[in-house]
């Protein structure tokens, strides 16, 4: 669906917390008390946020992948600390207020898989669904509320008051034929966010650190790889969903298109203004009507795209 058709608001919200994420490095979660935001948007999805409301300094709004739904009236931004954007966030506290935009561009689609020539194609009913995400440090800020809205079906969000916090088990009475298995990867163990109690949003869980300070030591596609032979069975619709390094969504890319498997990335591109007006975000993507080229605004035509659009 173009984005001009969706319901974008920019208010001035409050802050409600704003902490420091345990046995991290420099990484917080802020929540914003923001009803619209938080009953509207998808996984994948991001909001333009203004910190400095009387000063120019930064100048303008930065992007933050929408993680959380806390509640019917409050949404969850995680971020890094990395530059003025990013510092300025860090230093407000709650009852702060900040300009907030969204939600903005194009979450991940949970409903239909995709064949080679951008056809999509409903998923099969009698077949066990199989969702695989595919997670590198920072990158599980825009994956991590999937599961919750895979349960749900993805629908009528504001009857899902209460779901956060529940265990699998009891989320699953949703679509009991859903499985979800989250494979997570960094550097090292301490960019590995929630990495103590991420467990309870999914069926099956796989760390991996490059140091080997937490999980299996090395790629946390080589996980993926040991297992792959369980998702290309007949009976099995597998799709997988990712963010994270360019690196790692590059050779994901190669390995389900070898595999045949559909997947769709989110990227991480610099945003200017959010609303696809100033074409500062282009990514060059596939032209299925003349098997040429065209390029594509990530904030407005993604930052979800499926594999096989993409360069």
């Not at 997670?135 to 809205?149: D, H, R, T």
């Not at 209460?162 to 960094?186: A, E, F, H």
């Not at 069926?203 to 996980?223: P, Q």
């Amino acid at each position: 669906m173009p984005m001009d058709d969706k319901k974008i608001r920019s208010k001035i919200s409050e802050i409600t917390v704003n902490q420091k994420i345990k046995d991290t490095q420099g990484t917080y979660l802020l929540r914003i008390k923001d009803p619209f935001i938080a009953s509207n948007f998808k996984p994948g999805q991001f909001v333009m946020i203004k910190s400095n409301l009387n000063d120019f300094d930064p100048l303008l709004s930065r992007p933050y992948s929408i993680f959380n739904r806390f509640n019917e009236n409050e949404f969850e931004v995680l971020y890094r600390l990395s530059g003025k954007g990013t510092k300025s966030l860090g230093s407000l506290e709650k009852g702060d207020a900040v300009l907030v935009t969204g939600p903005l561009g194009n979450g991940f689609d949970t409903g239909i898989a995709k064949k080679s020539g951008f056809e999509k194609v409903k998923l099969s009913e009698e077949k066990q669904k199989i969702h695989v995400i595919v997670a590198g440090g920072i990158g599980i800020a825009s994956l991590y509320f999937l599961p919750q809205y895979i349960f749900s079906s993805g629908k009528d969000i504001q009857d899902r008051a209460g779901i956060q916090n529940r265990n699998m088990d009891q989320v699953k009475d949703y679509d009991p034929g859903n499985k979800i298995i989250l494979y997570y990867g960094s550097r090292t163990e301490t960019e590995l966010y929630f990495r103590y109690s991420i467990h309870a949003n999914f069926d099956e869980v796989y760390f991996s650190t490059d140091d080997g300070t937490f999980g299996h030591r090395g790629n946390i596609l080589e996980l993926v790889d040991k297992n792959i032979g369980e998702y290309l069975r007949k009976d099995i619709d597998a799709r997988f969903y990712s963010c994270g390094p360019k690196p790692m969504i590059a050779e994901l890319m190669r390995k389900t298109g070898a595999w045949g498997l559909s997947l769709q990335v989110s990227l991480e591109e610099v945003f200017a203004c959010g609303l696809g007006v100033c074409l500062g975000c282009v990514v060059k993507c596939k032209n299925s009507e003349n098997n040429g080229y065209v390029y594509k605004r990530v904030c407005k035509d993604g930052p979800v795209f499926y594999s096989d659009e993409l360069y």
